[in-house]
């Protein structure tokens, strides 16, 4: 079973940026996902970015495009976001999750994630 451990978020200015961690470990294949989600106060959880197992394909949420950036490094099991160009409305808790899967490269569907991590705050201030 993966277990993900996040880093990263914190209190920002508007403007600012941020760059979330999140490291996997436990028992994995190197075929596994990855995705950032966030929640907002009063909000539903929303797809952010995701990444292919690779690192060849990415997909970003609208509200982020342009600003936000997921990458990973394969050899220390360790998916990035970084935010830049932080606004107020990108105050969530963000959460990094994790699926396998080979066929599909990309999924923004939180049910396709079957790991999730512990969550990070983010809070930008204006």
């Known amino acids: 079973q993966v277990q993900l451990i996040e880093s990263g978020g914190g209190l920002v200015q508007a403007g600012g940026s941020l760059r979330l961690s999140c490291a996997a470990s436990?028992?994995?294949?190197?075929?596994?996902?990855m995705g950032w989600f966030r929640q907002g106060p009063g909000k539903e959880r929303e797809f952010v970015a995701a990444?292919?197992?690779?690192?060849?394909?990415?997909y970003y949420a609208e509200a982020v495009k342009g600003r936000f950036t997921i990458s990973r490094d394969n050899a220390k099991n360790t998916v990035y976001l970084q935010m830049n160009s932080l606004k107020p409305e990108d105050t969530a808790v963000y959460y990094c999750?994790?699926?396998?899967?080979?066929?599909?490269?990309?999924?923004?569907?939180?049910?396709?994630?079957?790991?999730w991590g512990q969550g990070t705050q983010v809070t930008v201030s204006s």
């Open positions: 999750a994790a699926r396998y899967g080979t066929v599909v490269p990309i999924r923004i569907d939180a049910k396709a994630y079957g790991y």
């Open positions: 436990g028992r994995f294949f190197s075929s596994i996902g």
């Open positions: 990444i292919s197992w690779s690192g060849g394909s990415t």
